[in-house]
């Protein structure tokens, strides 16, 4: 490969890691917390007007839960976000009766132990099946807080194909548990809204009738679920009873209430069974006292989480063969079949030079290999230092990211013919190749490792996982089966005659299929400039796409001759520096982002930096690490830290108190937690002059804190 020499050094400066994979079809997720399953029930097939569902299954460990649709005074709904084929449209979460989860004086509803949210698929008359397969194809991003005394939002990538001919009924008993587990109508056959059944105002409470229960229910002590948050004091003491038919209750309003609804749709429960209705709101709201502060923080909470996967469990040996089928596929992907192919037709050129093709398989091997050592090592290295960071890591640099950008530009304006390195550079430079053929086809394997850097295969997520927490030297073994599996393609065709022979003569056809290789390598192009996009935004990707058409103009006027040649390189060189100097800050600028303020005045944002200056100072600091979305956070927020005596205690002492908010990602927060050992929140430090931090417990108490800020 003509090019191959010249792009090595710029391989290994951008070489990073590869992304996660995710398999073809992948219906569960399991963390330390939860088991998530995509499950589908078609009992009458995949028709129009037929009953189709799918859902997610929630399986949590003892203690820890999940949310309803109201989540309470904190926490997040599980979301569930669909790609569907056309004509086919996914309805809302038939959410089942959830349960009270009470926490000092505060409240949320949610999930324990097994639930399946279920979601009903509309099929119309334009669906029309693969003519392939003849599956619906259904992929969800499911994203969900799961929280215990600590809360840590988690996420998950699902696909499902369902049969559209066949029916689909194995979880059936699971979907009959959660349809006779959703609320009914408490008339049956009402839209909603029952006469007479009605929420009036109270001075600061809400007077709630409810007409048409059940005869079977008088006389019960139902639950109260209201659908709008930020209405009702969830964890505050109400009382109930029975007029007759009609059952009442007297629900204190919060005093932080956020909305003023017309309608209030509620859910009353009893037995695990649920009845539904919605209230008219009789009478006018008091005014608003403070305005809400949570929900878009929350949305944002999963869709920046930074948790990690967590890794397959799987032993080494399986590690090892997932890893080299990996290798295998990835020769497939976009950014590498066709580095590989071109250099696999070139065996037509010398048919019959079986010395040589070994020796270039070999070298090409051991170039591949030594790449995925290097970086294994570097990864390996990086983390024994304290990085947090795993397989993919250096995807997250959007320089790194341009660099790549720039690399497989040069790549596909080659393949293309737009320019051949042997026209630009000296003769005693461009000749190297045929003098050297060793160390042409050994950099070819670094360049190959290089442009697959962005690419990911099925079986390689699982190995990779293991591989960044076993001892280096296994570790590093799976890094070498990945690499082996990806060259031994061209290994064991520089090893098989029958290849050369098996591929046509050479002829025009070549440089067609050249050619055409070139526009992969433009796809992934495209898909780095995206990817560069999210992390910069907009005005990022826009300089970066700037800068690669300078770039390729510049390499264009390469290829002219004579005065034309001069002047139109050096008129592209300008343009280069021009467009680099106007907008090169843009591409490595993060995209913009909502400042976050303290939340009172006496507390500080945190960093980093500040609470080192101010213990060195001799000023001891107290942290509190928290989330909007993290009810112990909340609890502890609204109790033992707006204590009177505690804040007294804080101010006698001295100290200096700092909020690091982890709503949004920040890695500068989870490098933080990870260092104290923890991987959520909530988190109590305390950092004096001359000694070890002190962590306190998730749930503080007065006295807890006195006795910890008080001085020796």
């Known amino acids: 490969m003509k090019f191959s020499r010249i792009l090595a050094a710029l391989a290994f400066a951008v070489l990073p890691c590869l992304s996660w994979s995710q398999g073809a079809d992948k219906t569960l997720v399991s963390t330390e917390r939860v088991r998530a399953e995509l499950m589908a029930h078609a009992p009458e097939g995949v028709q129009p007007g037929k009953p189709v569902w799918v859902g997610l299954q929630l399986t949590h460990q003892p203690q820890w839960h999940t949310y309803w649709k109201n989540s309470g005074d904190s926490g997040l709904p599980t979301q569930l976000t669909w790609t569907l084929p056309a004509g086919v449209v996914a309805g809302d979460i038939a959410w089942p009766v959830p349960k009270k989860i009470p926490i000092g004086s505060l409240a949320n ?65 699971a979907f009959d548990a959660a349809f006779a587990a959703q609320p009914k109508p408490v008339l049956p056959g009402t839209a909603g809204i029952v006469p007479d059944s009605t929420a009036r105002i109270d001075g600061d ?89 949570l929900s878009p923080e929350l949305q944002q909470a999963l869709r920046d989480n930074a948790a990690k996967p967590p890794a397959a469990s799987v032993g080494l040996a399986a590690a090892l063969l997932g890893a080299l089928l990996g290798g295998l596929i990835l020769n497939l992907m976009p950014c590498v079949f066709p580095v590989l192919a071109i250099k696999v037709v070139g065996f037509t050129r010398h048919a019959d030079d079986r010395r040589g093709h070994r020796t270039s398989g070999l070298a090409y091997t051991a170039g591949v290999l030594v790449s995925f050592a290097a970086l294994g090592g570097l990864m390996l290295a990086l983390r024994a230092a304290g990085e947090q960071l795993g397989w993919g890591f250096q995807l997250q640099s959007p320089a790194v990211v341009a660099a790549l950008a720039a690399l497989f530009t040069l790549i596909a304006l080659n393949f293309a013919g737009v320019f051949e390195f042997r026209s630009l550079l000296p003769s005693r430079v461009a000749t190297l190749e045929a003098r050297h053929p060793v160390l042409n086809a050994f950099l070819t394997g670094v360049l190959a490792v290089a442009v697959a850097s962005p690419c990911s295969a099925p079986f390689m997520g699982a190995s990779l996982g293991l591989a960044i927490s076993l001892p280096a030297p296994q570790a590093v073994a799976i890094f070498l089966a990945l690499g082996l599996g990806m060259a031994l393609p061209y290994l064991a065709a520089s090893w098989v005659p029958a290849v050369a022979r098996w591929l046509p003569r050479p002829g025009a056809w070549m440089e067609i299929f050249r050619r055409l290789m070139a526009f992969p390598m433009f796809a992934t192009v495209a898909w780095l400039v995206w990817v560069l996009g999210q992390q910069s935004g907009v005005d990022g990707a826009g300089a970066l796409l700037a800068l690669l058409v300078a770039m390729s103009m510049v390499v264009w006027a390469l290829t002219l001759r004579g005065r034309a040649r001069i002047a139109l ?95 949004r990602r920040d890695p500068a927060i989870t490098t933080a937690l990870a260092e104290l050992g923890r991987s959520g929140v909530p988190v109590y430090v305390i950092y004096r002059p001359g000694r070890p931090p002190v962590v306190l417990s998730e749930v503080l108490g007065v006295d807890e804190v006195r006795a910890a800020i008080s001085p020796l």
């Open 109 to 173: 509803y949610g999930y324990e132990g097994t639930v399946l949210l279920p979601v009903p698929l509309t099929i119309t008359r334009d669906f029309k099946p693969s003519l392939l397969s003849g599956d619906l194809d259904i992929q969800l991003r499911a994203d969900w807080l799961v929280c215990k005394k600590e809360c840590i939002p988690e996420q998950g990538e699902f696909r499902l194909k369902i049969p559209v001919q066949s029916t689909t009924a194995m979880h059936g008993q």
């Open 205 to 293: 409470a809400l007077e709630v009738t409810v007409q048409g229960l059940p005869v079977n229910l008088r006389g019960k002590t139902l639950d109260f679920y209201p659908e709008t948050g930020e209405v009702i004091d969830n964890g505050a003491r109400w009382t109930q009873s029975w007029n007759g038919g009609a059952w009442t209750a007297r629900v204190p309003l919060s005093a932080q209430r956020a909305a003023s609804p017309g309608v209030m749709p509620v859910v009353l429960g009893s037995g695990g069974q649920g009845w539904r209705t919605e209230l008219k709101v009789v009478g006018n709201w008091p005014a608003i006292v403070l305005p809400a502060a």
């Open 569 to 663: 390189s050096l008129l592209a060189l300008a343009g280069v520096l021009g467009v680099a100097w106007a907008t090169g800050g843009a591409i490595t600028r993060p995209a913009p982002a909502a400042a976050v303020a303290a939340a009172q005045d006496r507390w500080q944002p945190w960093s980093a930096q500040r609470v080192q200056e101010l213990v060195a100072s001799g000023q001891p600091v107290f942290v509190d690490f928290t989330a909007a979305w993290c009810v112990t956070c909340q609890y502890n927020k609204k109790t033992t830290l707006g204590d009177r005596e505690v804040l007294e205690a804080f101010d006698a002492a001295k100290f200096t108190l700092m909020r690091a908010d982890w709503t």
